[in-house]
């Protein structure tokens, strides 16, 4: 059992950056590959990014890739997601979720594939 809690959303302009965490309380954080997904209003969550359990093969969206960083820090447990251009269109609540993983380089790209879920931060961008 893995709880995960996102944090560092907030209101920024458009072209601006923000930097979500989501802190696993787990002491076998590299168990776990982990994604970011996003649910806009009125919208079906979707996927945005995704990281194997040991770090090495992540993938991204093709509608974020080249602006959002997925990257983990297992000694501190911490999964990151460094969102930089933002656009009004990546406004949503973001989500970090988990899944034990036996493979250390496999990635999941597909909601149902995770089992842990965090309550969301909400991500905000003005035009």
């Known amino acids: 059992q893995v709880q995960v809690v996102e944090s560092g959303g907030g209101l920024v302009q458009a072209g601006g950056s923000l930097r979500l965490s989501c802190a696993a309380s787990t002491g076998t954080f590299s168990s776990y590959a982990m994604g970011w997904f996003r649910q806009a209003p009125g919208k079906e969550r979707e996927f945005v990014a995704a990281v194997s359990r040991s770090g090495e093969m992540s993938y991204s969206t093709e509608f974020v890739k080249g602006r959002f960083t997925i990257s983990r820090d297992n ?11 933002l656009k009004p269109e990546d406004t949503a609540v973001y989500y970090c979720a988990a899944v034990r993983a ?9 909601r149902s594939e995770y089992d842990y879920w965090g309550q969301g931060t909400q991500v905000t961008v003005s035009s």
């Open 75 to 85: 000694a501190a447990n911490t999964l990151y997601l460094q969102m930089n251009s």
């Open 102 to 110: 036996l493979s250390r380089s496999r990635y999941y790209t597909r």
